[in-house]
């Protein structure tokens, strides 16, 4: 299948300093990519819809200020977290697709631990 | 609206039998279905999909799931557990609307024993 690179891993950082998290789509052209956020034992939440060139769209409840997403390119979307804070500590996850059918599968990188000290 | 109802949330099998995790889903329309792994701290892969083809849909590592619209399931199935098949599990319904965004189930913990 294809491949979705995101980048870093893991990472600690400060409270109120802004982390960076990046989504590759690898092989393939990404119409479309999704930004989750995922708490220990539980199921992903969407925070973001993003298309190549166009502005995010955010779920409910989600700070739009707070967490920046850009996809700039067909193949490259970024995750933002400005001045973040230990809340926002939790595991990100990022997926895209390469079309809008309804049978689309989309693929996921292997996320992001993020941990705010 | 599209929901997704994952049963279980923890299973508990010994190695070398059968694996059931059961979804089931509710949809206005006639629904995509996947089934997602996700290993610790790991991200999703995509186990098997179902598109409107063959009911009987076979995945990697010898999992499928069978699609049956008279009881709106779509129950993930194995008939012999390995211990690398310990993992969370997540049924998905695609919606067919806009981008067709996922909405995931609570997940199934699976859990293998030797």
């Known amino acids: 299948g294809a491949v979705v690179s995101q980048h870093p891993s893991w990472v600690i950082c400060k409270s109120g300093t802004s982390v960076k998290i990046e989504c590759r789509s690898l092989?393939?052209?990404?119409?479309?990519m999704f930004w989750y956020r995922q708490f220990p034992k539980q199921s992903l939440m969407l925070m973001a819809t993003?298309?190549?060139?166009?502005?995010?769209?955010?779920e409910q409840g989600v700070e739009k200020d707070k967490f920046l997403i850009n996809h700039a390119s067909l193949t490259l979307s970024t995750l933002t977290v400005t001045s973040a804070h230990p809340e926002d500590s939790s595991f990100y996850i990022c997926?895209?697709?390469?079309?809008?059918?309804?049978?689309?599968?989309?693929?996921f990188g292997q996320g992001t631990r993020l941990t705010v000290v | 609206a599209q929901s997704v109802t994952q049963l279980d949330s923890h299973v508990s099998v010994s190695e070398g039998t059968p694996v059931l995790l059961r979804c089931n889903y509710s949809?206005?329309?006639?629904?995509?279905l996947f089934w997602y792994v996700q290993h610790p701290n790991k991200g999703l892969q995509l186990l098997l999909k179902?598109?409107?083809?063959?009911?009987l849909v076979k995945g990697i590592n010898g999992f499928e799931a069978e699609f049956k619209k008279s009881e709106t399931s779509f129950h993930l199935t194995k008939p012999s557990a390995h211990m690398s098949d310990a993992a969370e599990y997540f049924c998905v319904v695609s919606e067919p609307s806009g981008t067709y965004n996922y909405i995931f189930g609570t997940g199934t913990r699976l859990k293998v024993l030797a």
């Open positions: 997926s895209a697709r390469s079309g809008q059918g309804r049978g689309t599968e989309a693929f």
């Open positions: 949809s206005s329309y006639s629904p995509s």
């Open positions: 993003s298309n190549e060139g166009s502005k995010a769209t955010y």
């Open positions: 092989d393939f052209q990404a119409t479309t």
């Open positions: 179902y598109t409107s083809a063959a009911t």
